[in-house]
């Protein structure tokens, strides 16, 4: 059986991932939470990310685990990132460390040749990347964080498309600090 393709993101109660200024500081991840992220994402068999999210990542996790300030769930998924095969795709991007391969586009030809190959699912993160997974109608499995905030502008996960994507609902799960988890896998063709 192919892995999936699950884009895995928080989004506000409103759709989006970002404030106007790129501010994610909205974003409502206690211990709970984080502790689902590194069970979900450490039985992934890789990262799919755009430039952007790449650097955010490689901002904090290659070094969070030496932080005294770090909390055990952030020390965990630091070794988890570091880990975890990486693709970013980018155009402008010089080079890229930590387990990741650069790759200029997406082609998919080249990403279903990747869902075939054996290993667990691959997270896509980045509301730009998944635009390009979406019209190449690459994604299979959708898991969307509603934080319970509404911030009235900023980066839309979903931008307008001309396509109907018809989903199934997997499950619902509501984290004691407001979050619900939206699991959706595509529905059959």
Do not use: C
């Not at 300030?69 to 402008?92: C, H, L, N, Q």
């Not at 080249?110 to 190449?136: H, I, N, T, W, Y």
């Amino acid at each position: 059986m192919a892995r999936k393709i699950v884009l895995m993101m928080g989004v506000s109660l409103d759709g989006y991932i970002e404030g106007p200024d790129r501010e994610i500081d909205w974003h409502v991840v206690d211990g709970e939470l984080h502790r689902h992220f590194n069970t979900e994402l450490a039985a992934m068999g890789g990262f799919l990310h755009g430039r952007v999210v790449y650097e955010l990542m490689a901002g904090v996790w290659p070094t969070a685990d030496t932080d005294p300030a770090s909390t055990p769930e952030m020390v965990e998924f630091a070794g988890i990132w570091r880990d975890k095969p990486k693709i970013v795709y980018s155009t402008t991007l010089e080079r890229a460390d930590w387990n990741t391969t650069l790759v200029r586009r997406v082609d998919a030809d080249e990403v279903r040749a990747l869902k075939a190959q054996p290993g667990g699912d691959l997270a896509l993160g980045g509301a730009d990347l998944a635009a390009s997974f979406m019209d190449l109608d690459l994604i299979d499995a959708y898991r969307i964080y509603v934080h319970p905030v509404l911030i009235g502008r900023g980066k839309p996960l979903f931008r307008d498309r001309d396509a109907l994507t018809r989903l199934d609902l997997v499950e619902t799960h509501a984290f004691g600090n407001g979050v619900v988890l939206l699991q959706y896998d595509r529905a059959a063709r």
